[in-house]
T-cell receptor
Framework: DTAVSQTPKYLVTQMGNDKSIKCEQN?????MYWYKQDSKKFLKIMFS???????INETVPNRFSPKSPDKAHLNLHINSLELGDSAVYFC???????????FGPGTRLLVL | GESVGLHLPTLSVQEGDNSIINCAYS??????FIWYKQESGKGPQFIID?????DKRQGQRVTVLLNKTVKHLSLQIAATQPGDSAVYFC????????????FGRGTSLIVHP
C-alpha cells in the first residue's frame, strides 16, 4: 500500500489557470508538508501543516494555498499559474514535526 | 546566508567500490542531520540520520559521519550497487526552530556495472 500518494502524477496546463494537486497519507501522521523541487533538484519547503498550525515559507507566493479537509489529506491549490511554477511538487508527512518525513512520488507540473 | 551544500554535484563509481558523498553545513545550531536518496521519478527516501551528540552512525551498508568542528557530514556507501544510483541529499535541522529540515543541493551518484 502506498504510504503517501499524490494525484495527478503529471499536470500540463496553460498560464493563468487554477489547478489543484491532491495528497493523501495512510500512515496516521499528524503533520504534512508541501515541497517544490526545481530543475536543478533543489528542494524547497512551501508549507508545513498539522491540525494546530500552518507554517508558511514566506517566500511562497500567496497564489499557493494548502487546503486540508482532514488529517490524512493536504491539497495544494495554485491560482493564476505562471511559467515559473513549473516544477515537481512533493507532498510529505511525518508523525509529528520532529519526526522523519515520508515523501510522496511527486507531481510534475508544466505550465505552458 | 547560512546554507547546506555539497562538495560534488556528480559522483561516478564502479560497482563494488565504496562511495563517499560529502556535505558541508554552516549553521552551528543544527542538531540533527538526515540523508535522503531520490531515485529517478520518485520522491526522496529516508536513508539514515544522526544527531549532533554523535559523530558516527551505521546502517545497512551505509555510514554517516559527522564532524562538528568543520561542519561536515558524509555518507559512505559500502560495496556500491547499480541500485544505489540516485541523487543523495543531506538535510539539516536547527535546534529550537520549526523542525523543518533544510535540504542541500544534492549529489548525483552514478554506479557503473
Amino acid at each position: 500500500d502506498t504510504a503517501v500518494s499524490q494525484t495527478p502524477k503529471y499536470l500540463v496546463t496553460q498560464m493563468g489557470n487554477d489547478k489543484s494537486i491532491k495528497c493523501e497519507q495512510n500512515l496516521g501522521h499528524d503533520t504534512m508538508y508541501w515541497y517544490k523541487q526545481d530543475s536543478k533538484k533543489f528542494l524547497k519547503i512551501m508549507f508545513s501543516y498539522n491540525n494546530k498550525e500552518l507554517i508558511i515559507n514566506e517566500t511562497v507566493p500567496n497564489r499557493f494555498s494548502p487546503k486540508s479537509p482532514d488529517k490524512a489529506h493536504l491539497n495544494l491549490h495554485i491560482n493564476s499559474l505562471e511559467l515559473g511554477d513549473s516544477a515537481v511538487y512533493f507532498c510529505a508527512s511525518s508523525q509529528s514535526r520532529a519526526e522523519t518525513q515520508y515523501f510522496g512520488p511527486g507531481t510534475r507540473l508544466l505550465v505552458l | 546566508g547560512e546554507s547546506v551544500g555539497l562538495h560534488l554535484p556528480t559522483l561516478s563509481v564502479q560497482e563494488g567500490d565504496n562511495s563517499i558523498i560529502n556535505c558541508a553545513y554552516s549553521n552551528s545550531a543544527s542538531d540533527y542531520f538526515i540523508w535522503y536518496k531520490q531515485e529517478s521519478g520518485k520522491g526522496p527516501q529516508f536513508i539514515i540520520d544522526i544527531r549532533s551528540n554523535m559523530d558516527k552512525r551505521q546502517g545497512q551498508r551505509v555510514t554517516v559521519l559527522l564532524n562538528k568542528t568543520v561542519k561536515h557530514l558524509s555518507l559512505q556507501i559500502a560495496a556500491t550497487q547499480p541500485g544505489d544510483s540516485a541523487v543523495y541529499f543531506c538535510a539539516e535541522r536547527r535546534a529550537g526552530g520549526s523542525y523543518i529540515p533544510t535540504f542541500g543541493r544534492g549529489t548525483s551518484l552514478i554506479v557503473h556495472p
